[in-house]
């Protein structure tokens, strides 16, 4: 590990934070407000409370592997720089986060569709797991050090990515369409926000490659944990408040459907 | 940093710990209280609480960073002093804090009005706006050593506060004019609670200029962190409080829209 002014050393631990702190008030907001969407779509509401949970959770875990890994000293001019204590930074905290979290962000999107329930379910599979394969073969190249090694497991994790996007671009496509008003342009929205925000992982991913060298400097180690701060807000908190708003878009359009189930659901 | 007498660091301590306290009662008040309130304003204090909640997480590591930026040395003559560890104060914690919660108190003040919802969407995208570019321009100055650095970027944060003020004083002149009975009473005066309070922060933010000398003696220190922590409680606890209190008259005075939703919400 690189050694860190302080002014950079902060710049990550804040990011930190600040990602810490937009996951559990986006999961406060989901928890409260879950009941202003009928229990039809409901579901999809929890899911989205369950990733910025989770996330939460790994991004306190990350600040503490942030903190534990360096500590401060003052050099010999008596400027403060952040030194590494030999305690690894634990970078696979965030794997294990997205293992959890990405199959369930697609399970969101196919749980806000309005879908016949067998083809939910089978829809949900598929794309879970090339969400869990994409995460798992990305995992080796992350951790690699040489450049050659994270671009091949970079370019396998591609795959299962593009399988997603053709799901979602091609085979929602009718379900798409034939949703209604303000739905329909949020979730075509949505497939939208889906491709920037994880399309963004891949360049952060790039990082160390287009560097140029494989070495782990101060500038390419503050890119990728800012960058992924920046992703995964977007991706978890962003995503999860659009399935919100698709949720409860359908809720106040599709009314007739509110009583009968609202009255089951009680 | 400077040091400080066992006296002078125990009353930023207490601060911080006070500030924490009156956070999440007002959280666990909001979230305990938000089914007084009918459906339709309930979006309000949703936001109140994030509001709070968002604060008190901030606050804790605020804490955290005090504790960590002094140690208690006892003096050749026995007296106990606290001294800088090295370890800096993170004042940054307090700026992301802000960076989520001021474009969520604008919004909280949009949501417990009547308006049309496609003009509160707007007005709430304008305000947040305005208000996130506040604190984002205010955050050069805070950590700038000189005062003309502070002075300039002070006075570029007060044009988008200027804005806000324009919004709520003459653009929301005529929507709380429509306004019945307690509500709009209250909506006057949580505009005159906005304008006392967020006047509050320019005024600690200007307290290292005002003092003369732009060093960071212990009295500025204090006087800052014990300054924002009173404008804190104030612009977020009272506020929320106050969003509460109209939220409650109007759905008292509503009742003919009270009973529809909230039989559809049950």
Redesign the interface.
């Known amino acids: 590990m690189p050694s860190l002014s ?1 002014g950079e050393f ?1 710049l990550v ?2 990011a930190f ?2 990602t ?3 996951m ?2 986006t999961f ?2 989901l928890v ?2 879950r ?2 969407i009928v229990p039809k779509y409901r579901g999809a509401i929890v899911l989205s409370a369950l990733v910025v949970a989770i996330a939460g959770y790994h991004y306190l875990r990350i600040f503490e592997s942030w903190q534990a890994a360096f500590v ?1 000293t ?1 050099s010999a001019e008596g400027v ?1 720089t952040y030194v590494a204590t030999g305690a690894p930074f634990n970078d696979a905290y965030r794997y294990i986060d997205w293992l959890l979290t990405v199959p369930l962000l697609v399970a969101e999107l196919v749980a806000v569709m309005a879908l016949a329930p067998g083809k939910k379910g089978w829809l949900t599979f598929r794309l879970g797991l090339a969400a869990a394969l994409m995460v798992i073969l990305g995992y080796p190249g992350e951790i690699a050090t040489d450049t050659g090694t994270r671009a091949l497991w970079g370019f396998l994790s591609t795959i299962p990515f593009l399988y997603i996007l053709y799901e979602l671009f091609v085979g929602l496509a009718p379900a798409i369409r034939s949703e209604k008003g303000q739905a329909q342009v949020l979730l075509r929205n949505i497939r939208l926000l889906l491709l920037a925000t994880w399309g963004f992982y891949p360049i952060v991913y790039l990082i160390p490659i287009l560097s140029g060298s494989g070495a782990l400097t101060a500038g390419v180690l503050i890119a990728v944990q800012v960058g992924y701060c920046i992703a995964d807000v977007a991706a978890k908190c962003g995503y999860g408040l659009m399935i919100y708003a698709i949720a409860r878009a359908k809720s106040e359009s599709e ?1 007739q459907v ?2 009968p189930l ?1 009255a089951a659901a ?1």
């Open positions: 302080s902060s631990y804040n934070s600040f810490f702190a937009a559990f008030a406060i907001f409260m407000s009941n202003n401060p003052e403060l009314p509110t009583a609202a009680r």
